[in-house]
């Protein structure tokens, strides 16, 4: 993806204004420190090399404003000014949306890839040595050292918008795949859970692990040898033990909190660590923030979350706990004998990250897809103001970034490889059209299906697979929202995009592109009361 970097002019001339001061106080010093070798000419003006500098100062100063009068002279003025009839409206042209989107990806959306850069060393750094912490620990609890625990296999895999270059805004969320190492008498045979007619939708992308011997292992035996794993991290579930997710995460955060009392002494001259505890939706979440960086702009608090991962084969790995969102009920009630806390998540961002980079491979230069799917998550953003907390948990579960990076991969699906008309200059058109495929999707016009568990099977970009996804049905991402709520995000959806070039003068940009001022009331803004 192109960097673009733009002016801060207001760093900038304070910056100027702060040098210049610095030399003329060095150049005094030192004129003052040769002074009584060398006495100045009767008739010299001392003052002048002070004057010059306070001249090119003004002259900067003046040069700024009058490129700061030419952008209003063909941009829109204020409301207050159009009222004067020299500052009528038909001397200034509405600005495109096309320079509104472009206005407000500079200043609110893009993120600084230094900062971004020096924000994954930390975390690289931080992770890097919890994981090798524990690895060497071993395994607390109730299997103390044996050769049936479990334990960190010692790496991380860095997911998600941050290495995928689409995060927006402030680097300050990251996600990491902590793999675990199961013992060598252990094998796992994982199923989908798609195929389950009783189940409801929002299970179908769902797995369950169930335990097997290894080959060359006889049953009677390798139960008993077992037996210490399987009571302290199986479930029965229609009478096989099967691997549970929630007393995988249960050990998963014990044995965190144990490996960073390890390194908090070591870490204490660079930065301050906590670990928040994870629930039934979340995994637990390692807070950093570093007290010396080598660039004061980098010191940013960061919230990393920390997932247990299983891999199955091929860069595939089921982790714990499975994706949100859950059929609103009792989870122990499952059909057929199954188990809430025998559910596990699938992970396919080895997959997904393939596939954008082949993407990109592929894409002539200035191909804007990444653009329009940071453009995507800024819409979903601006459409959340003014909602209550409930409306608005709803509204960001359902317009998830997995959604509508799935939204992004699904537009360049069916047409290909990134062609001409995803050059910048369509920006607005493009965005235009994944919103449309967007509604359709939450009116379920059309199905938005899983990149890689779709129903025609994985792109050939993104790998082999194994065989439990080969065979896995096809997955809907909507399926587990009722109607009802799909319909209602789908109209406030359509109601954001008509008014985003009110919104964007509104809540970003620089100031000569807002006609109106900043309302008292976030929901009249945006949204009357009387639609959804």
Known sequence: ???????????????????????????????????????????????????????????????????????????????????????????????????????????????????????????????????????????????PGGALALAFRGDFIQVGSAYEQHKIRRPDGFDVLVPLRLPPLVALEPRSLGAEPALAPAFHGCFVCALKAPPGASGGPWLRDCKPFTDGFCVDVRGQRHLSATLVLRWFQSHLQRSLATVRYSLEGRCRVSLTPGGLEQPPTLHILPCRTDYGCCRLSMAVRLIPAVHVGDGVFLVAPPPSPLPVGPLSELPGGLRADALWGVNTARQEQKLLGCLQERAPPGACYLKCLQLLKALRDLGARGLDPTAATQWGRILSSYTLKSVVLAGLQREGPPAQGWAEVHLGERLEELVQFLRDCLLRRQTLFHCVLGPGGAAAEVGPLPKVLREAAPVDLLAAFDRQAQELVAARLLSTWRRLPHLLRAYGGPRYLARCPQPRSQRVQGFPEDEP
């Open 1 to 143: 993806m192109s960097v673009h970097y733009t002016l801060n002019l207001r760093v900038f001339w304070p910056l100027v204004t702060g040098l210049c001061t610095a030399l003329v106080c060095l150049y005094h010093v030192l004129r003052g420190s040769g002074g009584a070798r060398a006495e100045p000419p009767d008739g010299a003006d001392g003052g002048f090399p002070l004057l010059k500098v306070a001249v090119l100062l003004l002259l900067g100063y003046i040069l700024l404003r009058c490129r700061h009068a030419v952008r209003q002279r063909f941009l829109p003025a204020s409301p207050r000014l159009g009222r004067h009839p020299t500052f009528s409206p038909r001397h200034f042209r509405e600005p495109s949306l096309g320079i509104l989107l472009e206005s407000y990806y500079e200043h609110e959306v893009r993120l600084s890839p230094h900062v971004l850069g020096h924000s994954k060393a930390h975390v690289s750094r931080i992770v890097g040595e919890l994981v090798r912490a524990g690895r060497v620990r071993g395994s607390p609890g109730p299997i």
